[in-house]
């Protein structure tokens, strides 16, 4: 079974940064499209960020400039680097991952992790 196992969450200050790791296991994570999307309280799941099995690299505009989205296939890993952090990027930051060709829509994706709280304090 495909599983992915989510790290790297926390409390930071306004301005700091984390990184945010997804380990995937069971399946071939080098065809794999992989994407992060957040969750904020009261609000809808949302896209932040995609990788796909081919390089090719979307960002929510929110955090374009700001998070950087980056793949290890020897490692079957996809991180998130979080710089200059806001307080609206509050959220349960899921990983997520589809077969193939990159999309930005969460109901595309097959396979997802457990969730990690990122909360950024003012």
């Known amino acids: 079974q495909v599983q992915l196992v989510e790290s790297g969450g926390g409390l930071v200050q306004a301005g700091g940064s984390l990184r945010l790791s997804c380990l995937v296991s069971g399946g071939t994570f080098s065809s794999y499209t992989m994407g992060w999307f957040r969750q904020a309280p009261e609000k809808e799941r949302e896209f932040v960020a995609a990788i796909g099995w081919r390089g090719s690299i979307y960002y929510a505009d929110s955090v374009e400039g700001r998070f950087t989205i980056a793949r290890d296939n020897a490692k079957n890993t996809v991180y998130l680097k979080m710089n200059s952090l806001k307080s609206e990027d509050t959220a349960v930051y899921y990983c997520?991952?589809?077969?193939?060709?990159?999309?930005?829509?969460?109901?595309?994706?097959?396979?997802w992790g457990q969730g990690s709280q990122v909360t950024v304090s003012s």
């Open positions: 997520a991952a589809k077969r193939f060709a990159i999309v930005t829509i969460d109901r595309e994706y097959a396979y």
